[in-house]
T-cell receptor, first 112, second 111 residues
Framework: QQPVQSPQAVILREGEDAVINCSSS?????VHWYRQKHGEAPVFLMI?????EQKGHEKISASFNEKKQQSSLYLTASQLSYSGTYFC?????????????FGTGTRLQVTL | SQTIHQWPATLVQPVGSPLSLECTVE??????LYWYRQAAGRGLQLLFY??????ISSEVPQNLSASRPQDRQFILSSKKLLLSDSGFYLC??????????FGNGTRLTVT
């Protein structure tokens, strides 16, 4: 079952902050975050492997609440280059393999 | 370093024609391989994944099939395309719980 992301879309002015949430109805093995520019393949941002783990890269960070089956992506002081669609990917272990299912997506537009 | 090749980049096919999209990975062995489809303005739908040669798991009943004849080769096929098969097809690989690496994608238009 597909994880649900919120909000579906957000418009920011350059320099503003945003939070994107990802919720799953199933227990999570790990959470990935990707960004996709229009017409291009998604690009990996980060992966969180443990409940409670937080990671950051420059002004983009994420947290993973394993008990709540949720993850959040934090974008601080947004830049024009942050525009795109953000997808979380939740990894579910099937017993024989792990598979990555992407969330519904959040479209982010950063303006001047 | 690892690379993933996917071709063709764009494809226009008439309804009822066959389809074959190919994906190959270099620089790694025993990768997990995936086919995703993305309809215009929509999310990424997992179609097939494979953990080894000849091992294919299908996620969605559909008009498509996948095969893995070699460790680093993944093929997406259809015998007769439907209009609803149009979309952006992405091949990807990973090694277990690691980042997913995508090919550049194939934009398929069925007319």
């Amino acid at each position: 079952q597909q994880p649900v992301q919120s909000p579906q879309a957000v418009i920011l002015r350059e320099g503003e902050d945003a939070v994107i949430n990802c919720s799953s109805s199933k227990a999570l093995y790990s959470v990935h975050w990707y960004r996709q520019k229009h017409g291009e393949a998604p690009v990996f941002l980060m992966i969180l492997l443990k409940g409670g783990e937080q990671k950051g890269h420059e002004k983009i960070s994420a947290s993973f609440n394993e008990k709540k089956q949720q993850s959040s992506l934090y974008l601080t002081a947004s830049q024009l280059s942050y525009s795109g669609t953000y997808f979380c990917g939740t990894v579910i272990y099937t017993g024989t393999a792990s598979k990555l299912t992407f969330g519904t997506g959040t479209r982010l537009q950063v303006t001047l | 370093s690892q690379t993933i090749h996917q071709w063709p980049a764009t494809l226009v096919q008439p309804v009822g024609s066959p389809l074959s999209l190919e994906c190959t990975v270099e620089g790694t062995s025993n990768p997990n391989l995936y086919w995703y489809r993305q309809a215009a303005g929509r999310g990424l739908q997992l179609l097939f994944y494979s953990v080894g040669i000849g091992q294919i798991s299908s996620e969605v009943p559909q008009n498509l099939s996948a095969s893995r004849p070699q460790d680093r080769q993944f093929i997406l096929s259809s015998k007769k395309l439907l209009l609803s098969d149009s979309g952006f097809y992405l091949c990807a690989w990973d090694r277990g719980n690691s980042p997913l690496h995508f090919g550049n994608g194939t934009r398929l238009t069925v007319t």
